[in-house]
């Protein structure tokens, strides 16, 4: 018997899902999120109002955007890489190592940023060091993967099952709100060259100073004894990945597609908005970083009400309800967002009602399909791909089809990931009770 296993039999009920406290896990998984979304959303809104003018200045603004864009993207594709790496470490030295080397690439990455110099400094160098970082962050994402919303989920009572599962998804409108008020501040109360020159890296300190508060808030959990052996006892141990996508590829790419109606509208009420109104009207984007703020206090709301709702009448029908309900959503959502200021803010509210019901039980919404044996990593490689698909290149289609065809068709790209998700839950089949 392992040392883990023993001591999971020493705690009472380990064994069986009741010597957790899925109040204390649930503040860790809710510390870890609002970091690494908050990581998360500097980089993004950096990515429209800082990167294009810094980065690519010998382009128009939309192509200086749309660069910008791609370089955005390339975490998404670098993290379903980083978990294959970090599992390794997870497999060979534990949580505990994987975790601190994780956070300490993902902090290493952000931090250098907020060095980056511009392109009228070094030139093309510019460019590749902020994609270097880029990948650096991707990479960290894949390997911040610490199993504690899962545990959490498998801790939480049958009753409450939809209560726990929006927990996780809270770090986001979190994370939002820390970095739009933090953004919007300093480009509003700075002049324009002192906001170019040295303002807009105050927030990328910030992350990084964040990062380390989160990595010994999660360390103090997952590096215990106690949970040491919940995990173990769970079977939330790493697979290796060629072994889980022989046994679990179907419900991996199952899982992956069923959230994609929150994750295009994820993007849809946060980076893409805030790119158009930047672009294409006159209006000062430190205003519409406010209606961002307000958007993700009503998604916070939102994300709360999911997790009632989805006690009440299941996970799956919320979500099958809140697709159909953005699908709905696109076909108007265009015509507000170009309704001036009015418009935007009708938009931005709608938007993360929207998002909140649907993101707040997206996480994880397939991972009771998942055998016990491969559930840990079935569920973060889920997750990279739902994020890779969903949501890395939804900025960059967005816009890209926005400004050559239309607002409306970002809406029939809004449509699309609607449309992917209801066939995904279609095919999902009921859904179990994890344990």
């Known amino acids: 018997m392992t040392q883990a296993a023993a001591t999971a039999d020493a705690i009472p009920g380990a064994s069986h899902g009741h010597g957790a406290n899925p109040g204390e896990i649930a503040i860790g998984v809710i510390i870890g999120r609002t970091s690494e979304f908050f990581d998360f959303f500097v980089y993004a809104i950096a990515s429209v109002i800082v990167f294009p003018r810094l980065v690519f200045p010998f382009a128009d603004d939309l192509h ?6 791609t370089l955005f993207a390339l975490a998404f594709i670098a993290r379903p890489v980083g978990s294959v790496i970090f599992m390794a470490i997870d497999r060979r030295h534990g949580k505990n190592a994987k975790l601190i080397t994780a956070l300490f690439l993902l902090g290493t990455s952000t931090v250098a940023i907020a060095f980056l110099p511009s392109y009228h400094t070094i030139g093309a160098a510019a460019i590749w060091l902020l994609a270097l970082a880029r990948i650096g962050q991707g990479l960290a994402w894949g390997g911040s993967w610490d199993g504690m ?12 099952r939809g209560w726990y599962a929006m927990i996780p998804q809270l770090g986001a409108p979190l994370g939002l709100i820390v970095a739009s008020t933090l953004f919007a501040f300093f480009a509003g109360y700075l002049s324009a060259a002192d906001f170019f020159d040295w303002g807009w890296r105050y927030p990328f300190f910030v992350a990084f100073a964040i990062n380390v508060v989160a990595l010994f808030a999660r360390l103090r959990m997952v590096a215990t004894p106690e949970y040491a052996g919940l995990f173990e006892s769970r079977e939330l141990q790493p697979a290796r990945v060629s072994n889980t996508i022989r046994h679990e590829g179907r419900n ?7 959230p994609l109606a929150s994750f295009a509208l994820f993007h849809m009420v946060t980076v893409f908005p805030l790119s158009w109104v930047f672009l294409f009207t006159r209006e000062s984007p430190t205003r519409f970083l406010v209606i961002e703020t307000i958007g993700a206090m009503v998604g916070v709301i939102a994300i709360i009400a999911s997790g009632v709702l989805a006690d009440r009448i299941g996970r799956k029908p919320l979500l099958m309800g809140s697709a159909i309900a953005i699908a709905v959503f696109s076909g108007f959502a265009p015509q507000l967002l170009d309704a001036g200021a009015v418009g935007e803010s009708i938009y ?13 039980q997206s996480s994880g919404a397939i991972a009771s399909n998942f055998a016990r044996a ?7 490689l889920t997750s990279d791909l739902a994020w890779l698909f969903g949501a890395g290149f939804a900025p960059l289609a967005a816009l890209l089809l926005a400004a050559n065809f239309g607002l409306m068709s970002a809406g029939a790209y ?3 990931g609607a449309i992917w998700t209801v066939l995904a839950l279609w095919l999902s089949g009921p859904e179990k009770i994890q344990r």
Do not use: D, K
């Not at 200086?64 to 864009?69: D, H, I, K, W």
């Not at 931005?348 to 707040?360: D, E």
């Not at 491969?374 to 973060?380: C, F, K, L, Q, V």
């Open 414 to 416: 809004l449509l699309s």
């Open 252 to 258: 991996i790419v199952i899982g992956a597609f069923a």
């Open 348 to 360: 931005m509210v709608l938007g993360f009602i929207l998002l909140g019901l649907s993101f707040g």
């Open 149 to 160: 919303a899962s545990l959490l989920a498998m801790n939480a009572p049958e009753s409450q």
């Open 374 to 380: 491969y559930r840990y990593t079935a569920s973060a």
């Open 64 to 69: 200086q955007t749309l660069y910008s864009f």
